[in-house]
């Protein structure tokens, strides 16, 4: 069987020995019998894999004692509804920063429940629709000062555009990195919440990866719905009702992979895997990078070509090739190339070539 080169931005690339490791142990989990997808999470097999997942993941992170980690369904976006729920109060205020399609999705989510509660919501830097495409500049933040909480998103897969400094704030900060979560140097403990949908860089699709402080999420509103509330899945160990095991079971094969890799080796493996097809993009008059260079992502490369005729030429033709999944997205249209933390250098290098080639025949 030939595997294609699988550029989508989610669900996403998962590492070819971490498939085959869920392959052999499908249909019996280690001579227990049975699959991990037929396990109870309250048997005596789980429990194991649930624990290693979370303290792996904490380990990757430098995460002390004082963080949990909870798997919660319903994916990143329904972080953008349980936070504003659980940490914007009666007439209190937020920070958000609007930076991106993503961001944007989450500041509206917000401002339904501060509607709804007499608060207020705080744009502290405004850049979504900017082009080229960009992250907020260091002196382009206005924190308000007196926010109940800040949020901000590190990577936007849209765009194409990645925060590389966190900014500095006074009061708790929570972030979207569903699309960069271990694939760039981060100071996680600058955080009090952050999260990801597992499907870009941790897993399948199907739950969403938070970590966050136990006091933090103890300050939670009391009055909304019981699995709505951070407290309760920190309190019960994600297992107040049945979790998604077998996306945790798959979350936790990952995270070992790249304890294996190193962090620090995966961190330079992206950044070059990004370099090779920048490099050919700023080499020529033919490609056209759409986020300002101090702001390219490491992830998620996009790019346009003279038309739009052209660059469904180049889709359908690299995708023959196996080079899959490269349409933009379907809001601003162009190329993606979403290279995250498990995909092949390899691939990289034979999109390299499809770009030269693809160039010289129609340049």
């Keep these: 069987m030939s595997r294609a080169y699988n550029f989508s931005a989610g669900p996403a690339t998962l590492p070819l020995e971490v498939l085959q490791q869920i392959q052999n142990d499908l249909v019996d989990y280690k001579g ?94 405004d850049c979504a629709k900017d082009i080229p ?34 900014p500095e704030v006074q009061c708790p900060l929570i972030a979207d990195m569903s699309s960069d979560i271990l694939g760039i140097e981060r100071d996680f403990t600058k955080f009090d919440m952050f999260y990801a949908g597992a499907q870009k860089n941790l897993g399948p699709a199907g739950m ?22 951070y407290s309760t899945h920190v309190d019960n160990d994600s297992l107040y009702n049945t979790p998604p095991t077998f996306a945790i ?38 490609y056209k990078g759409t986020a300002l260079p101090e702001f390219r992502s490491n992830m998620n490369v996009t790019f346009r070509i003279g038309s739009e005729e052209l660059e469904k030429k180049f889709v359908d033709e690299a995708k023959h090739l196996g080079l899959s999944s490269l ?12 290279i995250y933390n498990a995909f092949p250098m390899e691939g990289v290098d034979a999109l390299v070539e499809f770009m030269k080639d693809f160039e010289k025949r129609n340049g």
């Design 208 to 229: 969403a990866v938070v970590a966050i402080k136990k006091e933090f999420a103890a300050r939670g509103e009391a009055k909304i719905p019981t699995m709505m509330k």
């Design 32 to 125: 227990s019998g049975m699959s991990v997808m037929e396990m109870s999470h309250r048997g005596k097999d789980y429990p194991a894999i649930h624990a290693e997942a979370k303290a792996t993941f904490k380990e990757l992170c430098n995460l002390g004692d004082d963080y949990e980690v909870v798997f919660i369904q319903g994916g990143g976006s329904q972080q953008f509804a349980m936070i504003p729920m659980n940490f914007l109060g009666v007439g209190a205020q937020a920070d958000y920063a609007n930076e991106g399609t993503w961001s944007s999705k989450a500041l509206k989510e917000a401002q339904i429940i501060a509607a709804d509660r007499g608060a207020t919501i705080n744009i502290v830097a």
């Design 327 to 338: 349409k933009g997205h379907r809001s601003v249209g162009g190329i993606r190339a979403t």
């Design 133 to 166: 495409t960009r992250m907020p500049r260091d002196d382009e933040w206005k924190f308000s000062g007196n926010a109940a909480y800040a949020h901000i998103c590190t990577n936007e897969t849209i765009s194409g555009a990645q925060l590389k400094k966190i």
């Design 249 to 286: 079971y798959v979350f936790g094969e990952v995270m070992k992979w790249v304890k294996k890799m190193g962090k620090e080796n995966l961190f330079a493996l992206n950044d070059a895997k990004a370099a090779k097809i920048y490099d050919v993009i700023d080499a020529s008059g033919f």
